[in-house]
C-alpha cells in the first residue's frame, strides 16, 4: 500500500499563495488517481482537486477552480497543489487522497478513495 504525507501548509494573508506537496511512499504514486481534500472546524470533508495517474486530466471543486492547479510528478512520487488567491474561507486542514487507478474519470467522494495523509494545516488571515 502506498504512504502519504503532505507538507507546504502555514498562515498567509489574503491574496497570497502557497504550494502544497504530497510525497508518496511505498508504491510508485502512478498507480493511483490522487485527490485533494480540506475540513474546516465543525465543517464535513470537502473536494478539492483530483488529477489521473498520468496526468492528463485533472478536476476541480467549484470553491477553487481558477485559484488552486493540481499538478503531479510520478517520477518524484509527489502531487501538488498550487494555490492563488487565497481567501479566508480557504482556511482548513488539507488532505491528500489516493484511489487505485481506473474508471470513472472524476471521483469527487472522499469515500472512493483509500489512502489518507495525515494533512497539512492552511490559514489564510483577512
Known amino acids: 500500500q502506498v504512504q502519504l504525507e503532505e507538507s507546504g501548509g502555514g498562515l498567509v494573508q489574503a491574496g497570497g499563495s502557497l504550494r502544497l506537496s504530497c510525497a508518496a511512499s511505498?508504491?510508485?504514486?502512478?498507480?493511483?488517481?490522487m485527490a485533494w481534500f480540506r475540513q474546516a472546524p465543525g465543517k464535513e470533508r470537502e473536494f478539492v482537486a483530483q488529477?489521473?495517474?498520468?496526468?492528463?486530466?485533472?478536476y476541480y471543486g467549484d470553491s477553487v477552480k481558477g485559484r488552486f492547479t493540481i499538478s503531479r510528478d510520478n517520477a518524484k512520487n509527489t502531487v501538488y497543489l498550487q494555490m492563488n488567491s487565497l481567501k479566508p474561507e480557504d482556511t482548513a486542514v488539507y488532505y491528500c487522497?489516493?484511489?487505485?487507478?481506473?474508471?470513472?474519470?472524476?471521483?469527487?467522494?472522499?469515500?472512493?478513495?483509500?489512502?489518507w495523509g495525515q494533512g497539512t494545516q492552511v490559514t489564510v488571515s483577512s
Open positions: 487522497a489516493a484511489r487505485t487507478r481506473g474508471p470513472p474519470l472524476r471521483v469527487a467522494s472522499s469515500g472512493q478513495y483509500d489512502y
Open positions: 511505498g508504491r510508485t504514486l502512478s498507480m493511483y488517481d
Open positions: 488529477i489521473r495517474w498520468s496526468g492528463d486530466s485533472t
